[in-house]
T-cell receptor
Framework: RKEVEQDPGPFNVPEGATVAFNCTYS??????FFWYRQDCRKEPKLLMSVYSSGNEDGRFTAQLNRASQYISLLIRDSKLSDSATYLC????????????FGAGTQVVVTP | EAGVAQSPRYKIIEKRQSVAFWCNPISGHATLYWYQQILGQGPKLLIQ????????DSQLPKDRFSAERLKGVDSTLKIQPAKLEDSAVYLC??????????????FGPGTRLTVT
């Protein structure tokens, strides 16, 4: 089993709709979680950090479920510019500073 | 604030040739990372430096890959000899010294390597 798993998608979302997707992890020592956004042929850029149960930033909400070992990202009122691949990353308590990335979930927002 | 710089942006080489990538991190960032991102996958850590010391190189294929960070600033990643499966984007990232309550890693634009 991969340490970080994501549904590759694509999630096709009408503009203005809400989309949510999960990232599951296998290492219970995972301590900190991150969502990165990666546009086609670009570098990943940090979207949100999650150090406790969740985080919210405008239209984006991340929720952490430690019992079930997953983190979710919800995008409300989707914009065309939200079309990208969303990478989940985590750090464990025994490897601080070392990220493990998922393969990403592709989101396509359509007019 | 200047971001992470990488060069070259693109490189095409034949298998068994050598190639080197360069990275200049954000000023003041003690930690530097090299990642390999194969198409359709997430970035995979190759090596992590703290200043000029190696913190983690457990996933670096040391028979062909090498990296150094002289003087704790710029870094180079070398592949010698290259194989077809090395075709990927090589991302450099930097960060301040990681803390448990706040952390951000900044990525450079990457070098897209094609091995033919």
């Amino acid at each position: 089993r991969k340490e970080v798993e994501q549904d590759p998608g694509p999630f096709n979302v009408p503009e203005g709709a809400t989309v949510a997707f999960n990232c599951t992890y296998s290492n219970s020592a995972s301590q900190s979680f991150f969502w990165y956004r990666q546009d086609c042929r670009k570098e990943p850029k940090l979207l949100m950090s999650v150090y406790s149960s969740g985080n919210e930033d405008g239209r984006f909400t991340a929720q952490l479920n430690r019992a079930s070992q997953y983190i979710s990202l919800l995008i409300r009122d989707s914009k065309l510019s939200d079309s990208a691949t969303y990478l989940c990353a985590l750090m464990t308590t025994d490897s601080w500073g070392k990220f493990q990335f998922g393969a990403g979930t592709q989101v396509v927002v359509t007019p | 604030e200047a971001g992470v710089a990488q060069s070259p942006r693109y490189k095409i080489i034949e298998k068994r040739q050598s190639v080197a990538f360069w990275c200049n991190p954000i000023s003041g960032h003690a930690t530097l990372y090299w990642y390999q991102q194969i198409l359709g996958q997430g970035p995979k850590l190759l090596i992590q430096f703290q200043n000029n010391g190696v913190v983690d190189d457990s996933q670096l294929p040391k028979d062909r890959f090498s990296a150094e960070r002289l003087k704790g600033v710029d870094s180079t990643l070398k592949i010698q000899p290259a194989k077809l499966e090395d075709s990927a984007v090589y991302l450099c990232a930097s960060s301040l010294v990681p803390r448990r309550d706040t952390y951000e890693q900044y990525f450079g634009p990457g070098t897209r390597l094609t091995v033919t």
